[in-house]
Every structure is written in structure tokens, then in C-alpha cells.
């Protein structure tokens, strides 16, 4: 069964940080694009960041760049989120995704939901004093 497991979601002050992971089960992340979303209480999910399956591919919503760094390492079949100088507005349930890309764009990687095909469960972060 393929899976997708997130972790690392926690309670934080403002101005820390976290890292969370995606873990893959069941099948190798190695041809899939990653992406990260995150959903807020009475608010739609947004993206957050996504990275292409050789890395070479990265991109961040304008409120997380310079924060927050997505990385991958395919030897663990798992991707990361290191996220610095988080914010209240960071607060949210956070959501890995995964999609194998078209042969004819093999570095893609999308920062909107519509086409990813596998999804976590989520992980809450919750940035408060």
C-alpha cells in the first residue's frame, strides 16, 4: 500500500523552528515530485513549497521564501521542510504530496494541489507564545 506519513509537527514560539519529514511506504519517492501544502482552520490549503524528483527543481510561496528550505534524500525515501523564523501565520496542519511527472517535463514540480496524486495524513504546527 503506498503511504506518505508526515512528521515533526509541534508547538513552537515565534522565531523558532522545525523540520518536519515525509516518509514514503511502499513505494520509492525517487521518480516523484514532493510537494508541501498546509491548511489553517476556516481557510483553504495553500501551497508551501515542492521540489522536483532529481532536486534540481525547487520552489516556495512567497510567504514562506527565505524561511523555509525544502530538501530531499532519496537514500531514505524521505523529504524534508526545514522551517526558520516561523510566524503565527505559519500555523496549520501541513500536508506532504507526491506525483510522478510527465516524461515530457521530468523536472517539474507544481506548487498547486490539483495533480498530485498521493497524499499524508498531515502534521499540525502550531507557532504560538
Known amino acids: 500500500q503506498l503511504q506518505l506519513v508526515e512528521s515533526g509537527g509541534h508547538l513552537v514560539q515565534p522565531g523558532g523552528s522545525l523540520r518536519l519529514s515525509c516518509a514514503a511506504s511502499?513505494?520509492?519517492?525517487?521518480?516523484?515530485?514532493i510537494g508541501w501544502f498546509r491548511q489553517a482552520p476556516g481557510r483553504t490549503r495553500e501551497q508551501v513549497s515542492c521540489?522536483?524528483?532529481?532536486?534540481?527543481?525547487?520552489k516556495y510561496a512567497a510567504a514562506v521564501s527565505g524561511r523555509f528550505t525544502i530538501s530531499r534524500y532519496n537514500a531514505n525515501n524521505t523529504v524534508y521542510l526545514q522551517m526558520e523564523n516561523l510566524k503565527p501565520a505559519d500555523t496549520a496542519v501541513y500536508y506532504c504530496?507526491?506525483?510522478?511527472?510527465?516524461?515530457?517535463?521530468?523536472?517539474?514540480?507544481?506548487?498547486?494541489?490539483?495533480?498530485?496524486?498521493?497524499w499524508g495524513q498531515g502534521t499540525q504546527v502550531t507557532v504560538s507564545s
Open positions: 521540489i522536483s524528483r532529481s532536486a534540481g527543481t525547487r
Open positions: 504530496a507526491a506525483i510522478i511527472p510527465p516524461p515530457t517535463v521530468p523536472n517539474m514540480c507544481a506548487l498547486v494541489p490539483g495533480p498530485y496524486e498521493y
Open positions: 511502499g513505494f520509492s519517492l525517487d521518480n516523484y515530485a
